[in-house]
């Protein structure tokens, strides 16, 4: 397996839910972040946690890490159909920005 | 988006063809980025430029030429391509390269296919 592996690879809700997202990583990290990408389009900083924060907020959006365990989970609360995109994270260790697969949110009107 | 252009948004090419693809950026950063992203695998990086150096090059075949004239620009140049390496090529800039801080900002990619 490889540095920044999302969990599912796919999810499907309802407007209105709140949609979990978790990423695993192997190596120690100076920080992760998360992306958003509609189909077929380039792709979009959403927010930035470095390893020495546990939580952070932005919007509807919020991000976990646990160090200790690698891992790390991005929240979007209240969902929308706009919502609907692939999310990436990926983590930057000794200079190098690595991605994973991604998962596919799929936010249903 | 718009702080990263990429020009062609679709590119359809012949295996002895040779193309070019041009990516800017209007942040004012210093570090620019090409990524390959196919079906059902992660994004993998390319090329990296910092001050107009090349810092980064993940073993990319010779097929693929980067350039970066200056801190704004930055082409790939393609020849002689493989069906394989048809996918949605992506450019990225950040505000400093070593352990980027504050994130890359990615343009909306050229879709190559290789015929």
């Known amino acids: 397996s490889q540095q920044g592996e999302e969990d599912p690879q796919a999810l499907s809700i309802q407007e209105g839910e709140n949609a979990t997202m978790n990423c695993s990583y192997k190596?120690?990290?100076?920080?992760l972040q998360w992306y958003r990408q509609n189909s077929g389009r380039g792709l979009v900083h959403l927010i930035l946690?470095?390893?020495?924060?546990r939580e952070k907020h932005s919007g509807r959006l919020r991000v976990t890490l646990d160090t200790s365990k690698k891992s790390s989970s991005l929240l979007i609360t209240a969902s929308r159909a706009a919502d609907t995109a692939s999310y990436f994270c990926?983590?930057?260790?000794?200079?190098?920005?690595?991605f994973g697969q991604g998962t596919i949110l799929t936010v249903h009107p | 988006e718009t702080g990263v252009t990429q020009t062609p948004r679709h590119l359809v090419m012949g295996m002895t063809n040779k193309k070019s693809l041009k990516c800017e950026q209007h942040?004012?950063?210093?570090?620019m980025y090409w990524y390959k992203q196919s079906a059902k695998k992660p994004l993998e990086l390319m090329f990296v430029?910092?001050?107009?150096?090349?810092?980064e090059n993940n073993s990319v075949p010779s097929r693929f030429s980067p350039e970066c004239p200056n801190s704004s620009h930055l082409f790939l140049h393609l020849h002689t391509l493989q069906p394989e390496d048809s996918a949605l090529y992506l450019c990225?800039?950040?505000?400093?390269?070593?352990?980027?801080?504050?994130?890359?900002?990615f343009g909306p990619g050229t879709r190559l296919t290789v015929t």
């Open positions: 430029y910092s001050l107009e150096e090349r810092v």
């Open positions: 946690i470095r390893s020495n924060e």
């Open positions: 190596t120690s990290i100076n920080n």
């Open positions: 942040l004012g950063h210093n570090a």
């Open positions: 990225a800039s950040s505000h400093g390269f070593v352990g980027p801080i504050a994130g890359q900002y």
């Open positions: 990926a983590t930057t260790s000794y200079g190098k920005l690595t």
